[in-house]
């Protein structure tokens, strides 16, 4: 069982930045890949960015160059460092950890950016 819990989400600027972290609970996380996942109102939820177990990310294209993922192990942690934000950054975002047995979601954590 894994239970993953985001926290820094919050209002910012446009331009501004932000850090989200995802704490997971359990000795597998190291060994999986993790997502960060964001849904808008009225909106599908899509996929932000990827981390791999070894380290390789990848990014969908509307936050590449502004959005990086990273992990600690030791910590059990997955943090999204979020520059140069933008208003159609707004939405909850969302940890997320794929096993073949099951799909483990955080709660999700608020970013709003705005003036």
């Known amino acids: 069982q894994v239970q993953l819990v985001e926290s820094g989400g919050g209002l910012v600027q446009p331009g501004g930045s932000l850090r989200l972290s995802c704490a997971a609970s359990g000795s597998i996380f190291r060994v999986y890949t993790v997502n960060w996942y964001r849904q808008a109102p009225a909106k599908q939820r899509d996929l932000v960015a990827t981390?791999?177990?070894?380290?390789?990310?990848n990014y969908a294209d509307s936050v590449k160059g502004r959005f990086t993922i990273s992990r600690d192990n030791a910590k059990n942690t997955v943090y999204l460092q979020m520059n140069s934000l933008k208003p159609e950054d707004t939405a909850v975002y969302y940890c997320?950890?794929?096993?073949?047995?099951?799909?483990?979601w955080g709660q999700g954590t608020q970013v709003t950016v705005s003036s």
């Open positions: 997320n950890l794929r096993t073949s047995l099951a799909n483990y």
């Open positions: 981390i791999t177990s070894t380290g390789n990310t």
